[in-house]
């Protein structure tokens, strides 16, 4: 019975270990709103991975590949920061794009292994726009310092996403 209990107490040690030393694990995350208009009208805006204009931090964009799979952008901030991206899939049909970031300062946007998807969704003149996205946290380590953990990197991305599509919301609607 002795060497049960120490079996038994050795396994629990183990797996206690275990659970501090695991590091980060994939967050997600989704946010999304209804405009006033016709789809093809928001996909028209948002669709166009060469243009990010419709997200208010962004100053520029520059890229390669126009809408094909494996384009690329280079998304310059105000401020001056940039952020790399990459499309994985465009579905014009679908009215969906799926990306990834590249290359990111976690100061300017505190995520690893960033990637996302928009999907425009029409009922006539209205449209459901849902931004959601995984990634792991800005430090990829134990013990990530509060402005690169978890829910720092959440409500980065959320506040991201909010603005952005309250913006397109805007640009659409206004027909700018």
Do not use: C
Not at 31 to 37: G, K, N, R
Not at 48 to 57: G, H, K, L, N, T
Not at 161 to 175: P, R
């Amino acid at each position: 019975m002795k060497v049960m209990t120490l079996a038994a107490v050795a396994a629990l040690a183990t797996v206690s270990f275990a659970a501090q030393a695991h590091g980060p694990t994939r967050q997600k995350v989704s946010d999304s709103i209804e405009i006033a208009a016709p789809a093809d009208k928001v996909w028209a805006v948002v669709g166009e991975f060469q243009d990010a204009s419709w997200i208010p931090v962004v100053e520029k964009t520059e890229g390669k590949g126009g809408n094909d799979a494996k384009a690329t952008r280079v998304l310059t901030l105000k401020g001056g920061a940039t952020v790399e991206e990459e499309l994985n899939k465009r579905d014009a049909d679908k009215k969906s794009l799926s990306y990834r970031i590249t290359k990111v300062d976690v100061k300017t946007l505190p995520v690893n292994d960033y990637s996302s998807t928009i999907e425009v969704e029409g009922d006539g003149a209205k449209t459901k726009v849902t931004w959601k996205g995984a990634f792991y946290r800005g430090y990829m380590n134990n013990d990530p310092p509060a402005d690169l953990n978890d829910e720092a990197s959440k409500k980065a991305v959320l506040g991201l996403y909010k603005a952005g599509l309250e913006n397109l919301k805007t640009k659409v609607e206004k027909g700018s």
